[in-house]
Each structure stands twice: as structure tokens, then as C-alpha cells.
């Protein structure tokens, strides 16, 4: 099993920036995918950003946070980050981390049900 915790959420202004943090505990390993999925009210959980593997490989994001968003990796700290900049209302949701045991494509990191191990979530609010 493996053990996600996320952290870093919180209420900001827009145009502000937030930083997530995911932190894998248990049977993790450096052959593991990691993404940040969120959830708004009433709507399905969508893919934001993902990282091929925990100890490298290319990174993916969905296009409307293309350029504002980053997703990074601490390996030895088996950490993963979502920094988030110039945020705007619409990115409000609820965050969830998830990893999926091997390597994905940048095209199969989007896929929901790929992801075995989710973290609990934190909570992300943008005010315009």
C-alpha cells in the first residue's frame, strides 16, 4: 500500500499562488507515476498535472493551466509539488494527489482510473 498526504491548500486572492505538496509513504517506489487530479462542487474529478515517474520523465498538464501551473519532485523526499500561480476562481476545487505503480505516457497521466493510491485532498479557494 502506499500512503498519500497532501498539503499547501487554502483560500487566496486572485492572481495569487499556492504550492501543494504530496508526500508517498509505504510501498512506494521510483517506478511510480504521480499526478494532481481536483474536484469542483457538482463536477467530475479532471486531471490537472502528472509526472511520468517519481524519480523523473516528462511532466503533463491539462491545457487551462498550462503556463501557470507546475508540478515538480523531491525524490529522495518521495515529495511531489504542485506550484500554483496566478490562480483564478475557476481553479477552486478540491486537489487530490495520486499515484499509479510504472511509468505513464503524457497521454495516459490524464487517465482517472489508472491511479491506485489517492490522498485525502486539500481544499483550494480562489476569490476574484
Known amino acids: 500500500q502506499v500512503q498519500l498526504v497532501e498539503s499547501g491548500g487554502g483560500l487566496v486572492q486572485a492572481g495569487g499562488s499556492l504550492r501543494l505538496a504530496c508526500v508517498a509513504s509505504g510501498r512506494t517506489s521510483s517506478v511510480m507515476s504521480m499526478a494532481w487530479f481536483r474536484q469542483a462542487p457538482g463536477k467530475e474529478r479532471e486531471f490537472v498535472a502528472g509526472?511520468?515517474?517519481?524519480?523523473?520523465?516528462?511532466?503533463g498538464y491539462r491545457d487551462s493551466v498550462k503556463d501557470r501551473f507546475t508540478i515538480s519532485r523531491d525524490t529522495p523526499k518521495n515529495t511531489v509539488y504542485l506550484q500554483m500561480n496566478t490562480l483564478k476562481p475557476e481553479d477552486t476545487a478540491t486537489y487530490y494527489c495520486a499515484a499509479a505503480p510504472g511509468y505513464t505516457t503524457s497521454q495516459s497521466m490524464r487517465v482517472l482510473k489508472l491511479y491506485n493510491f489517492w490522498g485525502q485532498g486539500t481544499q483550494v479557494t480562489v476569490a476574484s
Open positions: 509526472i511520468t515517474s517519481l524519480s523523473g520523465g516528462s511532466t
